[in-house]
Nanobody
Framework: QVQVVESGGGLVQAGGSLRLSCTAS??????????MAWFRQAPGETREAILC????????YYASSVKGRFAFSRDNGKNTVYLEMTNLKSDDTGMYYC????????????????WGQGTQVTVSS
């Protein structure tokens, strides 16, 4: 069965940086034909999409809350995507989830097929 595994979370001070990784395996098709996305869920809040990446183009769409601070990249040879987070704020605290196989538009849809278990990011002020 499909496995999506996030890593790299932790405790960081406000203004600091952190890089998350997400590796997907046993996908029905090659990894490089899947759209990928990152979501987060703050305590007491609903899960929100923060970015998605289209496999067939350079387009990555970002939520306004992270645009300019977060950056997506992918290494198809390693079946891995990354989330580089800089200038972190206390509002960025939450569980971060990676998702594969879903629609990617500037509206950041939330109906994705495969999800990881999440990695916790805590930003201290």
């Amino acid at each position: 069965q499909v496995q999506v595994v996030e890593s790299g979370g932790g405790l960081v001070q406000a203004g600091g940086s952190l890089r998350l990784s997400c590796t997907a395996s046993k996908l029905p098709l090659r990894f490089d034909v899947y759209n990928m996305a990152w979501f987060r869920q703050a305590p007491g809040e609903t899960r929100e999409a923060i970015l998605c990446n289209k496999w067939d183009g350079p387009n990555t769409y970002y939520a306004s809350s992270v645009k300019g601070r977060f950056a997506f990249s992918r290494d198809n040879g390693k079946n891995t995507v990354y989330l580089e987070m800089t200038n972190l704020k206390s509002d960025d605290t939450g569980m971060y989830y990676c998702a594969a196989a879903g629609p990617c538009t500037e509206d950041l849809p939330t109906n994705w097929d495969y999800w990881g278990q999440g990695t916790q990011v805590t930003v201290s002020s």
